[in-house]
């Protein structure tokens, strides 16, 4: 089920923790990641956000993800309460 | 064993993910005072998701949730519950019904999830004039209590007095804590000293709770856990000694001794008992011998 969602941010610019915004989009998904472990970890990150999006039935959406460092526990919690913020904004129940 | 209890903000990834290594007994990952308003739901997620990844070997995990009178507080067993941490801690404890309604939410959880009754067990946060005065029903409320925890700063705000470094407008709900703790067979735990700065402080402050009956005290800081940890352990000499007080019992006994004494002082049962304490944590320190 696709979900409609609104404007959303959650996160913070601190050491291991990611700051994030989210808005719907015309038509397909654009993820844009700045992060101090781009080199190494920028695939994985983009790929985990894309896997977590489509688990959501979140589609056609803009997503910024400025990254400090972050665990992949951390990435996935701030993503988790971002889809969620999104879809409240979004006047959706679920 | 839990000396040391070291708060870390729910929000705040940096702090928690260091948890298992700043050298306290316990963590507490706090959903509510440190965590504002508009960031519950992202403290819950980050703290749950933190506990099923990390784990924190070798680390008590405590979740000091949100009051009752909050709307996050459900919210909040629903997602820990299924993580059985060690404790939750319950702020602003003031009754025994307070602690009945945590108990039935998370019995309800428990039974939902197959999980046997009282897995998760409870530190009421008793920080204000009506929790001390119920301080003994609060902790033979139900067997989930396993320990209480004294706040002295909205207990101070509730006692409309000034909290001091001395803390000597505390003094009377420290030794009421103790008595009601020890009364009830639980264990009891102190106030953070707040100036982090101030090295000499906390040493005298976790001194003077030791003095009082504590099992140990809360901080604020890391750098405070080292010396909560010192203050709550042994000595050589304490360790020492308690063995001594066991040896002279067991050799009174294989004496037919009615009364044992050691160096001059006759050995009842309140030092024997002190002395049995004083070895079981030598032992959970791996400070043992062998032969106990």
Known sequence: ?94 | MRRSMLFLPGNTPNMILSGDCLGADAIILDLEDAVAPDQKDAARVLVRNAIRTLQFPGVEKIIRINSLDTAYWKKDLDEMIPLKPELIMTPKTSCAADVLEFDAYISGLEDKLGYERNTVKLMPLIETALGVENAFAIASASKRVAAIFLGAEDLSADLRCKRTKEGKEILYARGRMVLAARAANVDVYDTPFTDVNDDEGIRVDAEFAKGLGFTGKASISPRHVGVINEVFSPTQKDIDYAYEVMEAIRIGKEQGKGAVSLHGKMIDAPIVARAQQTIDMAVALGLGREEA
């Open chain 1, 1 to 94: 089920m696709v979900s409609k969602i609104g404007k959303a941010s959650c996160g913070t610019m601190e050491s291991s923790d990611a700051y994030m915004e989210l808005e719907p989009a015309a038509s397909g998904t654009q993820i844009e990641l700045q992060s101090v472990v781009e080199h190494q970890f920028g695939d994985s990150i983009r790929a985990l956000a894309a896997e977590m999006l489509a688990e959501e039935g979140v589609e056609n959406v803009n997503l910024r993800i400025v990254d400090r460092g972050a665990l992949e526990c951390t990435l996935r919690a701030r993503l988790e309460t971002l889809i969620a913020r999104a879809r409240e904004a979004g006047g959706a129940n679920a």
